[in-house]
């Protein structure tokens, strides 16, 4: 009866899965795999802050045609704010006003771009005036002086004296010139500045400009500076800190010139973070349309409705049901022991941060040596809380020894252990030396290569791009999972692992039926 | 994977199945506190009339423990241990006194202080599952049948019978052994030993999953072991599903040379080695007896059914 029961809500829910996707493909033209060809990069600038009563007025640079980008589709989540676009300065300006609010206001800038090396070329081609050079004070007079001279005499043309002054500002152990002109300088947004002003003293025409590196999932992203060094016919890109020549295509030019990126009155400064994601949103789009002249109104609701902040939070999410799929199959139909239902599906995630080898490397590092103080602990003989806490605080030391060490070694993958799950690995570590006094050190140890497996499968399965596409735009294959582990609560049949198990058992009971099959 | 189809042919019992056929709609969960806390199974086990090692006293609060001494007075030898404990863990076994100091099973020597200090840390659940608060249960000290000097390895042997509906259906004696240390867990490497549900005597045995014929440690001869008390013993084993209503259980019994067995605890998810030890799956046994319209009344007409339907056959018997 429940059996029954279980199989008709698993077939329902399945039915209404298979509807919903095979309608979004069949009607609205949702592609059913990933296409690389139509990538688009979604950005969004959320700018937020707190006013005291009464006006506000906000001035935001937004895209004005980068080079090497096509603004496919742009637009302003206002509230209740009147929104003006115009040009200031070289900088296109969305200003924002109201006449009355108060408390914590919430603004977006969104554009979706399509990469194009060939678009906008030409971008801020009119020649600029040759700047006036600067009354230097002393010594910082004499410093640029005998600078500009040495890098005159060692380069051929405004690009080669650029770099040559780049190199000579950016050694790692500048001579003295360098030095003086260097002193004092922190944020980044000082030190480009700093290179314009004593470019001018060679009466070279530069400015900083501010640019966004596309990265896919970035969440809490700021703009960058960069140098531009205007060579009497076009303005050459210059990667401050590195010397390098040219915009790397990944970089969105955003605006012009210095100075504080949002201009504010009515409140005291604005916090402003940029989100990049990398996704189909054109085809979306498309579908959109579509489905607007069907009179559906599915696509309002889909996952792509949300701002791409919540959008990316929610593409890590939805692998998660994959995830615990890939549990229930190890677990009921293999049979292999882990520690905790789903702390591998939490190590693969921290997984698909750390790339697997190194994410495996660790977590054994980490476990083993807490595993090793925890054995000491258990002498002191704690109260569960306390030890449990002390655990963690040793798994948190541990995690930041690792980092320490390995910055020093210049791995750089060593600061990717802070992604762990510290919790998770504490609870690992109470789990597996519970396990290992009770049941002994076999027992403990095939659990943890269990979990270990899981996790690794988990990973595998989590990091599919394909699958990661088709939960995010098909979110109703969520059902049809939930379908699968509702049947699988219901399995009785033998674990895999059983049959080895058992296997003196079968073994016996063959040769017994061979004695009588003999016999008779 | 020759033998997969072996498995299902002969009704072993899997852990799918044990859990979603048998533990999920025979156990309900409102019981588990009566198995999961030994003092609550011992006490319903008194009323009943089970025997049981006797309690001779509890110490439940901080406050009661300088009552330890009064209560351990009148005895030479006692066992402490937590009633949530689990793998043996937090048991301090005592044989006898020598002035104001207690003799362990160990030879050691211990304070009166250092046995206060042990019930502190029973009662602030170090030996507890999850590591909630507990309680220290002060008992009779088992004297083991002299059966079992050869065949087991320190530690404390016992007999596990699965009861489903109250028939026994199986029943296997778990000995410990070196690699086990000590401990009677199957998992460990302790030895279990099938046994004859109608004349109590050892059929075979197996340790880590392989079928042994002698004991690894001590090389006696394991099959034909007879269990005294046998009778007795699988009627109590019987008995104990009127207590927690447990439909689907394991009891582990002790042998006392003197008082015979004893019911030591129940298990609401008895493990699946003991199909091994027995050389036979469990799945035709639990559906003979699914079977049932009714099971009888009285554990003895119970523990008559299971040697009737689950023992050897006498001829057989004779013939060996």
Redesign the interface.
């Known amino acids: 009866m429940s059996k029954l029961h279980v199989r008709l809500l698993a077939l329902i829910l399945t039915v209404i899965g298979v509807w919903m996707v095979s309608y979004k493909v069949l009607e609205l033209g949702l592609p059913l795999t990933p296409a690389d060809e139509t990538e688009v990069w979604s950005v969004e600038a959320r700018l937020e802050f707190i006013t005291r009563p009464g006006a506000v007025k906000l001035d935001f640079p937004i895209l004005n045609d980068p080079p090497g980008f096509i603004v496919i589709d742009e637009d302003f989540i206002s509230n209740n704010y009147g929104l003006a676009t115009e040009m200031e300065k070289g900088n296109r300006l969305a200003r924002w006003a109201v006449r009355r609010a108060s408390g914590k206001q919430t603004l977006y800038y969104r554009a979706v771009l399509y990469q194009d090396p060939e678009a906008n070329k030409d971008a801020g081609k009119s020649p600029p005036k040759f700047p006036e050079k600067p009354d230097y004070p002393e010594p910082y007079k004499s410093a640029v002086t005998s600078l500009l001279a040495q890098v005159r005499s060692e380069s051929a043309d405004i690009q080669s004296f650029t770099q040559q002054l780049l190199t000579r500002l950016n050694a790692v152990e500048p001579e003295e010139n360098a030095a003086v002109l260097r002193d004092g300088l922190q944020s980044p947004e000082q030190i480009v500045a700093n290179m314009v002003d004593i470019l001018a003293g060679a009466r070279i025409p530069a400015r900083v400009v501010y640019g966004l590196r596309l990265k896919d999932g970035m969440r809490h992203g700021r703009l960058e500076p960069w140098l531009q060094v205007h060579d009497e016919k076009r303005w050459l890109t210059f990667n401050p800190f590195t010397s390098a020549t040219g915009l790397p295509p990944d970089v969105v030019l955003w605006r012009y010139g210095t100075g504080p990126i949002a201009e504010i009155k009515g409140a005291r400064s604005v916090n402003v973070e940029f989100s990049v994601a990398r996704n189909l949103r054109e085809l979306v789009d498309i579908s959109r349309q579509r489905a607007k002249l069907v009179g559906s109104r599915i696509m309002d609701f889909s996952l792509y409705s949300l701002p791409i902040q919540a959008q990316n939070v929610y593409r890590v999410l939805l692998m998660i049901p994959l995830g615990a799929i890939v549990v229930v199959f190890m677990r009921t139909f293999v049979g292999i022991k882990t520690f905790g239902t789903f702390m591998p599906i939490l190590i693969a995630l921290a997984f698909r941060e750390t790339e697997w080898l190194w994410g495996m490397l660790m977590f054994i590092l980490i476990v083993a040596l807490g595993l090793g103080l925890r054995f000491y602990l258990e002498q002191l003989k704690l109260l569960l809380v306390p030890r449990l806490s002390a655990v963690l605080i040793i798994v948190v030391l541990l995690m930041a020894g690792i980092s320490v060490i390995g910055n020093q070694l210049g791995l750089e993958l060593g600061l990717s252990v802070a992604l762990f799950p510290m919790v998770i690995l504490a609870m690992t570590i109470e789990r597996m030396s519970l396990v290992w006094e009770e049941s002994g050190p076999r027992e403990a140890l095939t659990r943890g290569v269990g979990s270990l497996v899981v996790a690794s499968l988990g990973y595998a399965v989590m990091s599919s791009k394909t699958l990661a596409y088709q939960v995010f735009v098909f979110p109703e294959l969520l059902l049809i999972m939930l379908a699968i582990t509702l049947l699988a609560g219901r399995y009785t049949g033998y674990r895999l692992l059983e049959y080895w198990r058992f296997r003196a058992l079968a073994q016996e009971q063959i040769s017994q039926d061979k004695a009588v099959g003999t016999g008779s | 994977?020759f033998?997969?189809r072996?498995?299902?042919?002969?009704g072993?019992l899997?852990?799918?199945?044990r859990n979603?056929?048998y533990v999920m709609p025979h156990n309900p969960r409102r019981l588990y506190p009566l198995v999961d806390d030994k003092l609550k199974t011992k006490k319903l086990a008194q009323d009943a009339g089970i025997a049981v090692p006797e309690l001779y006293g509890t110490i439940e609060i901080e406050h009661d423990i300088p009552k330890l001494a009064s209560i351990v007075e009148k005895y030479e030898d006692f066992v402490i241990k937590p009633s949530q404990g689990?793998?043996g863990?937090g048991i301090v076994v005592v044989v006898g006194k020598r002035g104001d100091k207690y003799i362990k099973a160990s030879g050691d020597m211990i304070t009166t202080e250092a046995l206060a200090h042990h019930c502190s840390?029973i009662l602030?659940?170090?030996y507890s599952l999850?590591?909630s608060a507990d309680k220290a249960m002060i008992e009779y000290r088992v004297k083991f049948d002299p059966l079992f000097e050869h065949v087991s390895y320190r530690g404390v042997p016992d007999i596990r019978t699965i009861i489903f509906r109250g028939v026994p259906v199986a029943a296997m004696v778990r000995l410990p052994t070196r690699a086990s240390?000590g401990k009677a867990?199957l998992?460990?490497?302790a030895v279990g030993a099938g046994i004859d549900l109608r004349t109590g005597k050892t059929i075979r045995a197996?340790c880590k999953?392989?079928?042994i014929t002698q004991h690894p440690d001590t090389g006696m001869d394991i099959a034909g072991l007879q269990i005294p008390h046998w009778d007795n013993l699988l009627e109590l084993s019987a008995h104990c599903y009127d207590l927690a209503g447990l439909g689907y259980m394991g009891v582990d019994v002790v042998l006392d040379a003197e008082r015979g067995p004893l019911v030591l605890e129940l298990n609401a998810r008895p493990g699946?080695s003991i199909?091994?030890a027995n050389?036979?799956?469990l799945l035709k046994r639990l559906n003979k007896i699914d079977c049932m319209a009714d099971v009888p009344k009285s554990a003895e007409a119970r523990a008559r059914l299971g040697k009737e339907l689950f023992g050897s056959s006498p001829e057989i018997a004779v013939a060996s």
């Open positions: 994977m033998w997969a072996q498995l299902h042919k002969m072993l899997g852990m799918n199945q979603a056929g689990s793998g863990n840390n602030n659940g170090l999850g590591g240390d867990n998992h460990q490497g197996v999953e392989r079928v699946l199909q091994i050389g036979m799956g």
